[in-house]
């Protein structure tokens, strides 16, 4: 059973720019598209961005786009999220998942496995 297992959450200030990781643990996940997603206090979880794991595509929400950045270690079985320029509204907690839908990544429907979660926090 494969484990997704993020790090790198914390409390920033707007501007400022922070790298979450995900480990993959239990198996490969070569087979899987992916992606983050983020939830904030009240809200509905919603999609960040996602990576097929040969790193040919990649989408992200138009928030993000710019200044959040999805990549792979492949060595390492780990997929990252660079975010920059960081404001109050990115503020969520991050997830990590592997999805099985290339052709509708952003759906959290097709999310087969989730991390745990990590906080983001960005102080105005």
């Known amino acids: 059973q494969v484990q997704l297992v993020e790090s790198g959450g914390g409390l920033v200030q707007a501007g400022e720019g922070l790298r979450l990781s995900c480990a993959a643990s239990?198996?490969?996940?070569?087979?899987?598209?992916m992606a983050w997603f983020r939830q904030a206090p009240g809200k509905e979880r919603e999609f960040v961005a996602a990576?097929?794991?040969?790193?040919?595509?990649?989408w992200y929400t138009d928030s993000v786009k710019g200044r959040f950045t999805i990549s792979r270690d492949y060595a390492k079985n780990m997929v990252s999220l660079q975010m920059s320029s960081l404001k109050p509204e990115d503020t969520a907690v991050y997830y990590c998942?592997?999805?099985?839908?290339?052709?509708?990544?952003?759906?959290?429907?097709?999310?087969?496995?989730w991390g745990q979660g990590t906080q983001v926090t960005v102080s105005s």
């Open positions: 998942a592997a999805s099985d839908n290339m052709l509708d990544p952003r759906s959290l429907r097709n999310v087969r496995i």
């Open positions: 239990g198996g490969t996940v070569s087979g899987y598209i």
């Open positions: 990576s097929k794991w040969s790193g040919s595509i990649t």
